[in-house]
């Protein structure tokens, strides 16, 4: 499925029901699966992510086939090796099956874990047996993924000496472990983390009679772009302005690409309003909060805002490689992106001329489709190929963009124009 877009034809004034977070979904339903006489949990996201990690968690299958969802692949591969007696086949996407996952299962292994690999050294499909783990001490690279270190922190409490994780290298994503560490807590287990060691002993999981998933401040970023390139006012619903969403870090980023951000309590929501401040180079560390990166270049690309955007190491593993993907398709619009090394990507500002309407090109990937359809405001008529893509995440987004006025027309497969 291709969409035309173009944009919408009066001031904007929306209010958006955003998706529920998959982020604290996803941990919450694996935790979930460890505490002792829990019921299900209501009202988690409902989206392609999710339900894959429902399927898994909630079937009884010898395969089990997560398809492009990372987070489940690395949060299963630690749970299914701590259930005891059960063996499986976990595997996903082709390319899925070619995201690293070895020190995750170095990790595993070397507190007893029988994991092996079924093609190729280092990458799934993985074949597991459970079995009860004795915990202890590990030791694993922080700089690769903060997913590898939530699935282990997660089946801590199972293991028989619990266990104390040492952190090695420049820590990414530091948010999303204190995510994990906040969601455990609410369920009863309290990890103890201070520098580059986290510490949590065993114990059992106790279910909370308030467990509540936030909105998604992932999906709220696109919205942010949306207000950063049009004029006036959007209120999204579901934003906790004291979050425990990294992604809420984007209220100050986006103070500097003209959008000031209220928020309200009665309804819970966050108001996006046009401000004439804007900053003449964007700069900005993203090691904390990589899954904005490409919402921030595409937004300082449309503004014309020269631009770096550090910490970018981990977007080369992704759904797809999202830096040489940036860098493909914001040539489409005229702009060169410089990269330094795997974690720097820069603008100068200077933009080439624009040859025909873009038709942009998504990787199977939800965040390259979200980012460039708000590119619609400045080029009326792009085409996004593959939209549906957007259903690992954010299954609404299109119906949203129509209801704050966009315009939406399914197109053949064709070339710009």
């Not at 986290?198 to 114990?203: C, D, N, R, V």
């Not at 900005?284 to 904005?292: K, R």
């Not at 805002?305 to 080369?316: A, N, Y």
């Given at each position: 499925?291709?969409?035309?877009?173009?944009?919408?034809?009066?001031?904007?004034?929306?209010?958006?029901?955003?998706?529920?977070?998959?982020?604290?979904?996803?941990?919450?339903?694996?935790?979930?699966?460890?505490?002792?006489?829990?019921?299900?949990i209501?009202?988690?996201?409902?989206?392609?992510?999710?339900?894959?990690?429902?399927?898994?968690?909630?079937?009884?299958?010898?395969?089990?086939?997560?398809g492009a969802?990372?987070?489940?692949?690395?949060?299963?591969?630690?749970?299914?090796?701590?259930?005891?007696?059960?063996?499986?086949?976990?595997?996903?996407?082709?390319?899925?099956?070619?995201?690293?996952?070895?020190?995750l299962?170095?990790?595993?292994?070397?507190?007893?874990?029988?994991?092996?690999?079924?093609?190729?050294?280092?990458?799934?499909?993985?074949?597991?047996?459970?079995?009860?783990?004795?915990?202890?001490?590990?030791?694993?690279?922080?700089?690769?993924s903060?997913?590898?270190?939530?699935?282990?922190?997660?089946?801590?409490?199972?293991?028989?000496?619990?266990?104390?994780?040492?952190?090695?290298?420049?820590i990414?994503?530091?948010?999303?472990?204190?995510?994990?560490?906040?969601?455990?807590?609410?369920?009863?287990?309290?990890?103890?983390?201070?520098?580059?060691e986290?510490?949590?002993?065993?114990?059992n999981?106790?279910?909370?009679?308030?467990?509540?998933?936030?909105?998604?401040w992932?999906?709220?970023?696109?919205?942010?772009?949306?207000?950063?390139?049009?004029?006036?006012?959007?209120?999204?619903?579901?934003?906790?302005?004291?979050?425990?969403?990294g992604?809420s870090?984007?209220?100050?980023?986006?103070?500097?690409?003209?959008?000031?951000?209220?928020?309200?309590?009665?309804?819970?929501?966050?108001?996006?309003?046009?401000?004439?401040?804007?900053?003449?180079?964007?700069?900005?560390?993203?090691?904390?909060?990589?899954?904005?990166?490409?919402?921030?270049?595409?937004?300082?690309a449309?503004?014309?805002?020269?631009?770096?955007?550090?910490?970018?190491?981990?977007?080369?593993?992704k759904?797809?490689?999202?830096?040489a993907?940036?860098?493909?398709?914001?040539?489409?619009?005229?702009?060169?992106?410089?990269?330094?090394?795997?974690e720097?990507?820069?603008?100068?500002?200077?933009?080439?001329?624009?040859?025909?309407?873009?038709?942009?090109?998504t990787?199977?990937?939800?965040?390259?489709?979200?980012?460039l359809?708000?590119?619609?405001?400045?080029?009326?008529?792009?085409?996004?190929?593959?939209?549906?893509?957007?259903?690992?995440?954010?299954?609404?987004?299109?119906?949203?963009?129509?209801?704050?006025?966009?315009?939406?027309?399914?197109?053949?497969?064709?070339?710009?124009?």
């Open positions: 499925m291709n969409y035309r877009i173009f944009p919408p034809e009066e001031l904007m004034d929306v209010e958006i029901t955003l998706p529920l977070s998959k982020s604290i979904s996803n941990r919450a339903l694996i935790i979930n699966a460890l505490t002792p006489g829990a019921t299900a209501e009202n988690v996201a409902q989206c392609d992510d999710t339900d894959a990690m429902l399927t898994a968690l909630t079937g009884d299958f010898s395969t089990v086939n997560i969802a990372g987070t489940a692949m690395r949060f299963l591969t630690a749970f299914f090796a701590a259930q005891p007696g059960k063996e499986i086949e976990l595997t996903g996407s082709e390319r899925m099956c070619n995201r690293p996952i070895g020190p299962v170095d990790a595993l292994k070397s507190i007893g874990a029988d994991i092996s690999y079924i093609d190729k050294e280092g990458f799934p499909p993985l074949r597991i047996k459970g079995k009860t783990l004795p915990g202890g001490m590990l030791s694993i690279d922080a700089g690769v903060s997913q590898y270190i939530s699935a282990l922190m997660m089946i801590a409490p199972v293991l028989e000496s619990g266990l104390k994780i040492t952190l090695e290298g420049e990414i994503s530091m948010p999303y472990i204190r995510m994990t560490a906040y969601i455990m807590e609410r369920f009863g287990v309290k990890p103890e983390i201070e520098g580059n986290i510490t949590i002993a065993h114990g999981y106790t279910y909370p009679t308030d467990f509540e998933v936030e909105g998604d992932s999906a709220a970023s696109y919205w942010f772009e949306i207000q950063a390139l049009t004029c006036g006012w959007t209120a999204l619903r579901g934003l906790h302005e004291k979050s425990c969403q992604d870090a984007i209220v100050d980023s986006f103070r500097g690409l003209g959008v000031e951000t209220g928020f309200e309590t009665s309804p819970l929501r966050a108001s996006l309003e046009a401000s004439p401040d804007l900053t003449p180079r964007f700069i900005a560390d993203l090691s904390s909060t990589p899954d904005v990166a490409q919402t921030f270049a595409v937004t300082c449309m503004l014309g805002v020269p631009f770096r955007l550090s910490g970018l190491r981990s977007l080369r593993i759904e797809t490689d999202r830096i993907a940036l860098t493909r398709e914001l040539l489409k619009v005229g702009v060169v992106l410089e990269t330094e090394g795997d720097v990507i820069t603008w100068d500002g200077i933009r080439r001329p624009l040859a025909g309407i873009p038709v942009f090109d990787y199977d990937d939800h965040r390259m489709a979200m980012c359809a708000p590119v619609a405001v400045f080029i009326p008529g792009i085409v996004i190929r593959d939209a549906e893509v957007v259903g690992k995440s954010y299954p609404g987004y299109w119906d949203d963009l129509r209801k704050a006025g966009f315009t939406l027309e399914e197109v053949e497969e064709e070339g710009a124009e």
